[in-house]
């Protein structure tokens, strides 16, 4: 294959020696070779040293959430009324599924996922990590869960996982109070701190459980976690372990709440009671209510349009959030600012004759008694509830000062109770009514908002505040729910201090007899007779009439069915016992009520149930022998009627329109 | 009787000493290499004995390869290097026909064992170039550099064809060290160098699409981090991480947690700089510098031109997979599957460079001093 070698004129030496040269060139080149190559190690092992150590240590290195678990809520008794129970959930690994569509599909025919399941999933898909597990179904029944079991293996990365879910064992009973936790969506995620929602599912929607949420969260822990390449955690490091959310007390016992929904009979209204020497919430009714486990995992889209749909509106707080006019709720609060601006001296008199008229005017103002009051004092005027005394001590206080003395109880403004959506209310002024309507002040708003009327609105809780301040000697605190604390490892509940929000409002203990006075004969002999008979202690209380609608016939006059006044009525009652040293102040109101003594029962079995619970030596020694024996006694249960013909028609203006009386 | 064995090994022991077949200072650097690889190996391989037993196992295979070799003399390998680089040649052929392996066609099925044809051409290949320079006037004129460029041209043309770029690299690099060895003149090299860099952008254009996605994602890596960049990305932070002095023995942890893949073959020089450091880096690389110097110190004592050339190219293509896989480790050079000798797990290389260093041994013992 190749010519016969002609060794002649080869040269072995010579060959040798260019053979050495070669051999050392090719030996240094290598060298250099080598040399650029450990240059290169160089350049990645000392001088970026330090940052490939991190980019190892981050790939390696994972921290996981543990997220903390959610503090309980109990009664004052320490009854439980929001609690953890272990439930079980359908979790997805993103990165082990191939195809999600087709994955969803095959598990709906397993386990039933309705369209709200698979949006919220596919939500939460789009915000995860691919390693997270993201959840898809909250709240396995057994059902699911043994039908998922058997079908396990046909959904790789697909599996059920325990966690815990929250309870509101009392149901409707706390429902406007406790409120319910839901699952975390993406509008949540704007707001809540990534660091501490990392691993929680759920958080406060509504009541407490909102207003407290940072107490109740607590702070989650963390593991360190080394994990290989697809993720998966091989060792844990370390582990911080996360911080349980406070305990909280409330300051309602569930007995009185109930006892307080109960006296409802279903009936729409709202009742609140607090301690007037502290503020504390002692019940707080909101009817009707709702389940509030329902919302927990995602309330269903039928159950959500049965809430929603129904036309009494469970949904809405309406200790809270419902606004009525106060009627003659108010009126107690007004003379007290007589005496405070100096304007009346208790024994001031008007004379009532059934009609009031401003100077210059043809249409007049009524009383609700035909033929008025008589000559009434300060007194006599909140227990008849005379409306005269009152039109005119508001026109002689002017709206000025009315406003500015009103809004110290927290008319028309939030009494900053410990919960959230709490609705202002509207507090007649000038400033209010030039901010909502062209009109200028007419002196005829004045007239009648003396009497709670016009413009005026308020929150049942407003006027549970309000009351409870005037029953504690005019000393505010702002209402509250909350009465303790408990985080793990402390022994006893810390209390969440509550001092008051200002000095009292009252400048005379003589003023705050007056008042007292008036109210405790609207019990014995006023427009509340005979509704505390029998309790052991004296009862300070007032009555509330409010028009539901201005009045646009003269049907009022004619016709005094009391179904008929129902439909247009608000029937309010406010009052605090014992009168003298008073420990619970409660209003309470119904949206559908003739008069304002219809809610007057509902504060009884509100004092009775409280009273059940106080231990003797809490109270005073009873004021009252159980059956008193008054200079004028009590007309028997057997003859009402003509009782509440003269008694009960109270408070309301024979204007044309009370909303809007032209000068 | 024990007394007289005693005696005897002695003496044979005296002999083999005064008159070693093999180099001994070879044979110890090859030993360290062999024991650096097992260690590397039995981390990156998370301490199985099966694989570290296994690839010991080769290499007392290899081993006694080298020692059969070492009695073969080079006149005798010289007499059949045609033959075998036209049966090796024969066999890429048909390996292009019939063979089998993932993705490329490399591997033959003889039953028993698969083996690459390729491998074989290694070895061949510097013997064909030897066997066609020695009897030739050198330094070679032109014709003489035509002809050999030939040789090495169609099987290493056969081999980029499987596709396998990194051993066609191999195998033309060490027909080339022959022709270099050979005293080829500077300016016909520059000329060569020249027209090769003039090609570059015409054999781009022959390449594969994933062949080309590797240069370029060697250019820049984290345009495509969880795909093509991901064993430059992690093989480099495994690399960087290790520092100067290392995470020490068994604390690989890019390895151990499998971010960086294939850990116990092309990428176990990662491992080894991760767990060793700069430190270790430097030790190995001149433990290499000096295996690659013994080699051609051994080609200057060779007796014949055709000895010379083929223990010169053998030491020289040596460097080839230090540089290729060390480079393609350290993310400067694309990744191709060239192995780091003897420390990479696998069968064909490590007997294939035991083979060669097999045939070293045969021309130290036949050197100058013996003829």
Redesign the interface.
């Known amino acids: ?2 010519t ?4 002649s ?2 040269d ?1 030496r010579g ?2 020696a ?6 050392l060139v ?2 240094l080149l ?2 250099a ?2 040399g650029a ?2 240059g ?3 350049y ?3 001088m ?2 330090n ?3 991190v ?3 981050s ?2 290195i994972k921290l996981r959430p543990i997220p903390p678990t959610r503090g309980l809520i109990y009664d004052r008794q320490g009854v439980v009324l929001a609690d953890n129970v272990p439930a079980f959930r359908l979790e997805v690994v993103p990165e082990q599924v191939d195809d999600m569509d087709a994955m969803l599909a095959q598990l709906a025919q397993v386990v039933p996922l309705d369209k709200d399941d698979i949006d919220a999933f596919k939500k939460q898909l789009r915000l995860n990590r691919r390693f997270d597990n993201v959840p898809l179904k909250m709240h396995l029944s057994e059902d699911d869960i043994d039908r998922f079991a058997v079908n396990q293996w046909r959904f790789h990365g697909v599996q059920v996982a325990s966690y815990f879910t929250r309870r509101y064992p009392l149901s409707e009973l706390f429902a406007h109070v406790v409120g319910y936790v839901g699952r975390i969506d993406e509008n949540d995620l704007d707001r809540l701190d990534p660091l501490l929602y990392k691993g929680t599912t759920h958080v406060g929607r509504s009541g407490i459980e909102r207003s407290y949420e940072e107490m109740l969260h607590g702070t989650p822990g963390y593991e360190v976690d ?5 993720g998966q955690t ?1 060792r844990v490091i370390e582990t911080h372990p996360p911080t349980p959310g406070k305990n909280l007390y409330l300051s309602i016992d569930a007995r009185l709440q109930k006892a307080a929904t109960d006296a409802f009979e279903g009936r729409v209204g709202s009742a609140v009671a607090i301690d007037p020497r502290n503020g504390q919430v002692l019940a707080l009714v909101s009817v009707p209510s709702y389940d509030p486990n329902l919302f927990v995992n995602g309330i269903s889209h039928a159950d959500y349009a049965a809430l929603m749909g129904a036309t009494d509106k469970p949904l809405l707080n309406r200790a809270l959030q419902g606004a009525y006019p106060p009627g003659s709720t108010v009126k107690p609060f007004l003379a007290l600012g007589g005496l405070e601006y100096g304007i009346r001296r208790p024994e001031d008199t008007v004379l009532s004759t059934g009609q009031f008229c401003l100077p210059g005017q043809t249409r007049c103002y009524r009383d609700d008694d035909r033929g008025g009051n008589g000559v009434v004092n300060m007194v006599r005027a909140i227990q008849h509830s005379t409306n005269t005394y009152f039109y005119k001590l508001a026109l002689d206080m002017g709206i000025d000062r009315l406003s500015a003395w009103m809004s110290r109880f927290s008319f028309g403004d939030r009494t900053g109770i410990d919960l959230t959506g709490e609705a202002k209310g509207v507090l007649p002024s000038r400033a209010w009514k030039a901010a909502h309507s062209k009109f200028g002040w007419f002196p005829g708003e004045t007239v009648i908002a003396g009497i709670g009327q016009g413009y005026w609105e308020v929150t049942p809780v407003q006027l549970a505040h309000a009351v409870a301040t005037l029953a504690g000697h005019g000393v505010p605190y702002a209402p509250r729910l909350v009465m303790s604390t408990k985080a793990l490892g402390e022994l006893q509940p810390q209390p969440l201090p509550n001092p008051p929000t200002g000095p009292s409002l009252i400048t005379k203990p003589s003023e705050w007899g007056v008042i007292n006075e008036g109210m405790r004969a609207v019990i014995t002999a006023g427009t509340g007779k005979g509704q505390f008979d029998g309790f052991p202690y004296e009862v300070a209380g007032k009555t509330g009439t409010a028009e539901r609608f201005s009045r646009t016939s003269d049907a009022y006059d004619t016709n005094k069915n009391s179904a008929y006044l129902a439909a247009r009525h608000r029937a309010w009652f406010e009052g605090f016992t014992p009168a003298e040293d008073p420990h619970i102040a409660a209003a309470a109101m119904l949206e559908a009520g003739a008069w304002g003594k219809d809610a007057a029962p509902i504060v009884r079995k509100i004092f009775d149930a409280w009273l059940s619970e106080q231990s003797p030596d809490s109270l005073p020694p009873p004021q009252l022998p159980v059956a008193p024996p008054r200079a004028r006694p009590a007309p028997s249960a057997s003859a009402p009627s003509e009782e509440m013909m003269q008694d009960g028609t109270e408070d309301l203006p024979a204007q044309a329109s009370s909303a809007g009386a032209t000068p | 009787m024990i007394d007289e064995l005693q005696v005897r090994l002695v003496a044979l022991a005296k002999r083999v000493l005064r008159r070693p077949r093999v180099d001994l200072l070879l044979v110890a650097g090859l030993l360290l290499l062999a024991a650096a690889g097992l260690v590397t190996l039995y981390s990156a391989s998370g301490g199985d004995l099966s694989v570290v037993g296994g690839q010991a196992a080769r290499f007392v295979f290899g081993g006694i390869l080298v020692l059969l070799l070492s009695r073969v003399p080079p006149t005798l390998l010289r007499t059949w290097t045609p033959w075998l680089y036209l049966g090796s040649t024969a066999l890429l052929v048909v390996v292009t026909v019939l063979g089998e392996g993932h993705g490329a066609n490399r591997w033959l099925n003889l039953g028993v064992m698969r083996f690459q044809p390729s491998e074989l051409l290694k070895l061949t290949m510097p013997m064909m170039v030897a066997w066609y320079l020695h009897p030739r006037q050198l330094p070679p004129g032109w014709k003489d550099i035509a002809v050999v460029g030939l040789l090495i041209a169609i099987p290493a043309g056969l081999i980029a064809e499987q596709p396998d770029l990194g051993t066609a690299l191999l195998v033309a690099a060490a027909g080339a060290f022959a022709l270099f060895l050979s005293g080829m003149a500077w300016w016909r090299i520059g000329l060569l160098l020249g027209a090769v860099a003039g090609a570059v952008p015409v054999a781009w254009h022959f390449l594969h699409e994933y062949q080309r996605n590797r240069v370029r994602t060697l250019l820049d890596p984290e345009s495509d981090p969880l795909g093509n960049g991901w064993h430059i990305i992690q093989s480099q932070i495994a690399v960087g991480s290790g520092g100067v002095f290392g995470k020490g023995f068994e604390h690989s942890t890019q390895s151990r947690l499998e971010f960086l893949p294939e850990h116990t073959t092309d990428f176990i020089f990662a491992v080894f700089s991760e767990e060793f450091g700069l430190v270790g880096v430097a030790a190995i690389m001149l433990l290499y510098a000096f295996i690659i110097g013994r080699c051609l110190w051994i080609a200057m004592e060779a007796r014949d031109t055709y000895s010379r050339l083929l223990a010169g190219a053998i030491g020289m293509s040596f460097f080839v997979y230090v540089f290729v896989n060390g480079g393609m480790v350290a993310g400067l050079l694309p990744v191709v599957g060239v192995p780091m000798p003897l420390v990479s797990y696998g069968g064909t290389s490590a007997v294939s460079l035991l083979t060669g260093f097999g045939v070293l041994m045969s021309i130290h013992a036949h050197r100058k001093t013996r003829d």
């Open positions: 294959m190749a016969k070698p002609i060794r004129i080869k072995p060959e040798s260019q053979f050495r040269r070669r051999a090719g030996f290598i060298l070779g080598l190559l450990v290169r190690y160089v990645l092992q000392v970026r040293y940052e490939f150590a980019r190892s240590d790939n390696r080394e994990v290989n390449a697809d091989q």
